[in-house]
């Protein structure tokens, strides 16, 4: 059975920084792209970033670019998010997925598996 559990949400003053992270099971991890989306109330799931099987290539994109970076642990089954300079607007449920065919895609519909999200809430 294929797990992906988010944890790392929480509340955040805007300017400051929280870490996700993404734990899988179920899988073998390294065979697979990952990528962070994030969606807010009434709006439709957002790409943020996604990297490569082995981590050697990352994509952002533009809203984010800069401020967020995406790595992995294949040893440890696991994505994390870094984020910095957070602004309300960032404030969303963030879910990370995972791509069989690894091709980092902004899709969403091209993931095979999502965890169940975790809540970001930056204040102003």
């Known amino acids: 059975q294929v797990q992906l559990v988010e944890s790392g949400g929480g509340l955040v003053q805007a300017g400051g920084s929280l870490r996700l992270s993404c734990a899988a099971s179920?899988?073998?991890?390294?065979?697979?792209?990952m990528g962070w989306f994030r969606q807010g109330p009434g709006k439709e799931r957002e790409f943020l970033t996604a990297?490569?099987?082995?981590?050697?290539?990352?994509n952002y994109a533009d809203s984010v670019k800069g401020r967020f970076t995406i790595s992995r642990d294949n040893a440890k089954n696991t994505v994390y998010l870094q984020m910095n300079s957070l602004k309300p607007e960032d404030a969303a449920v963030y879910y990370c997925?995972?791509?069989?065919?690894?091709?980092?895609?902004?899709?969403?519909?091209?993931?095979?598996?999502w965890g169940q999200g975790t809540q970001v809430t930056v204040s102003s």
């Open positions: 179920g899988v073998t991890f390294s065979l697979y792209a």
């Open positions: 990297i490569s099987r082995s981590g050697g290539n990352t």
């Open positions: 997925a995972a791509s069989f065919a690894g091709t980092m895609t902004m899709i969403p519909g091209r993931y095979d598996y």
